[in-house]
């Protein structure tokens, strides 16, 4: 993998790339579309590539070690041949699935015991083991094993935890040195800073994690219930220690308003599942703002969903449409509120990047917060 | 609207037709994929258009009126600017609707008092309404308010349901003489024949059906657990005295084979829910027979879903990843399902058009009617 930093915003950390993968090239920033289980939910392979032009979409290691199961995908020949998607694809390595989905967790020094949110049966992830499930899946890019602490956590918890996610990481690094891509394409290896809310815990897994000359960073362990200031404090500080020429991935983040930020803090890469998630359930995002389209508002507004969009979905369907398929539970609606949701996302992402690029970044950011935010 | 018969096979009544609509030209037979409250679940309208090249869809004037609402459908312009679908729509009366989901239903010659599946309200469809209802609609097809009989449904009962639908017949053909489009474009009203498994009835309300001067003919209350070759012997008699140079309609049928058995018998229409419902519960339909897409023998199987099809889920997917999504509910499965159900049915339709063209359609029928049903 190759990462060249293209422009830098002079008024912010803020910066463009371009990251070169087996799988094809990213401009960054970038957001991934959610794929967790080697779909992105509600939509075609065809509609990422060709309506979203989605250059990278992110898989989940946990999802798909437990379904279909590693013996099929690499029978298949990798998750992208598996399910059909040529373009890059990033894996995250299940730590945060084993604390947010799996009903017993056990962390030692050796792995993670976790039960399945499926069957209940009992799998243990060491990080050597999450480094070979993650050749066989055959991502572009994958993930170190981490404990992602709950919030709140205490200070002394929160050093507990980031020393157990640097004991797993010198494996998990170690291991991936050792081995070799199952494909023949090269794979990248992240290591991820945790530390909760803890400045100096934070700052301390930074400067661990920026030892490994890796091809690039991950920031985790926020969005999961902090209040949105602490996670911009918090990606200030490790982006600040983190090396400045690879990219630098904040995991699960976040709301339109929190991904300008955070680009702002020199973030060049989001995975997040609320475009889709939100989306499902009749919440869009626009650059005017937040539309409910459940909203008894929208009954016989026939404008288009979305005039300022050229997806298609937005252009061919109107908001009165969508709501009769909202509230009528119906499949079409949560198919159109993913695309329009995603190709906004990734919308956004190429005006940040364009906005750094022509020198504006900074002035254009801050009014659209206002706008990103506002109810309509 | 224009009918006008293409070829006739010899070995049988089946014959192909071309239908002239206000929103286009439908090649006969035809299957109408089922779009019961304005979407075709789980395929957008782009995929109807260009992936499958449906002429034609049914909406549902129950589910409609029920939701959105008549009043958001005439605010939008008809349900084809509601939707964005320019191609021709038929919209069955809602006496199937009445019988098959409402809790209450009360029939009266005044007309049905049901209440509805959503929220128990209770409503009025007379003979009149139902067409005032299907003129704002704006569907090209709209068909008659029927009683649709139970099965089983004695002599008695069954006689005096089809006169209670002959009573109602009369005043909607009436009074859909006596109403203009709401939208400038021509709407074709279809009786319905009905008659239970009664030779006798069928036979008489075929006779009375034919009287009316309409631009086609419909056969209803069948497929509703009668054995498959009741259907055949009801819709053979009814075929045999309909008027042969318009055509005819068989509601809600069915399987593949009982398409093709039909075509036989001369029918010229179809609808069903069974490829998009069955899809989406794992059961795909293909030339070679059924698949369950959930069964554990597909779970290595990367071959792609249908390589005899040409449609894009069918090349682009395998059967292993398929399973893997109904295995998961993931939504995409029901998409996939759907398109490749939807496809078939359109497949087989244009198939049997092109065999009775060529002379060969009892021949090709004998052959398919036992790959179809064979368990793959």
Chains 1, 2 share one sequence.
């Not at 065809?46 to 946990?62: Q, S």
């Not at 799996?102 to 030692?108: E, N, P, Q």
């Not at 499902?280 to 979305?306: A, C």
């Amino acid at each position: 993998m190759h990462f060249s930093i293209v422009h830098r915003d002079k008024g912010s950390a803020a910066r463009t790339g371009k990251i070169v993968t087996a799988h094809g090239e990213i401009d960054t920033p970038v957001f991934m579309p959610v794929g967790t289980g080697g779909t992105v939910k509600a939509v075609h392979q065809r509609e990422l590539a060709n309506d979203l032009n989605a250059r990278i979409i992110l898989g989940n290691t946990y999802h798909l070690y437990l379904r279909p199961g590693i013996d099929i995908i690499r029978k298949a020949g990798g998750l992208h041949k598996f399910m059909q998607w040529d373009r890059a694809i990033l894996t995250d390595s299940g730590g945060y699935q084993v604390y947010s989905l799996s009903g017993i967790r056990k962390l030692t020094s050796e792995g993670a015991l976790f039960s399945s949110h499926i069957d209940g049966s009992r799998h243990l992830f060491t990080p050597e083991k999450i480094v070979d499930i993650q050749r066989i899946i055959g991502a572009d890019i994958i993930m170190a094993l981490d404990e992602c602490a709950p919030f709140p956590c205490d200070h002394t918890a929160a050093a507990k935890s980031i020393e157990l996610t640097h004991q797993w990481l010198a494996r998990g690094f170690e291991h991936f040195s050792r081995t070799s891509p199952e494909y023949g394409y090269e794979q990248s290896f992240f290591p991820i800073v945790q530390g909760s809310v803890h400045p100096d815990l934070r700052e301390a897994s930074a400067v661990e994690i920026a030892k490994y000359p890796a091809d690039g960073y991950a920031i985790g362990g926020l969005s999961v219930g902090e209040p949105e200031d602490t996670i911009y404090e918090m990606t200030g500080i490790v982006t600040g220690i983190l090396p400045d020429d690879k990219p630098r991935y904040l995991m699960g983040v976040g709301t339109p308003v929190n991904l300008l930020e955070a680009i702002s803090l020199g973030i060049d890469l989001f995975d997040c599942v609320m475009p889709t998630r939100n989306g499902r359930n009749g919440m869009l995002f626009t650059r005017n703002g937040i539309m409910n389209m459940r909203n008894n508002k929208w009954k016989d507004d026939f404008s288009p969903v979305d005039s300022d969009s050229s997806c298609f979905v937005d252009q061919n369907y109107s908001k009165a449409y969508l709501r009769h398929l909202m509230i009528s539970g119906e499949i079409l609606g949560a198919q159109i509120a993913s695309l329009h949701n995603l190709s906004f996302y990734l919308w956004l992402m190429a005006e940040a990047r364009s906005q750094i690029k022509s020198g504006n970044f900074t002035e254009w950011k801050s009014v659209m917060i206002k706008q990103l935010a506002r109810r309509l």
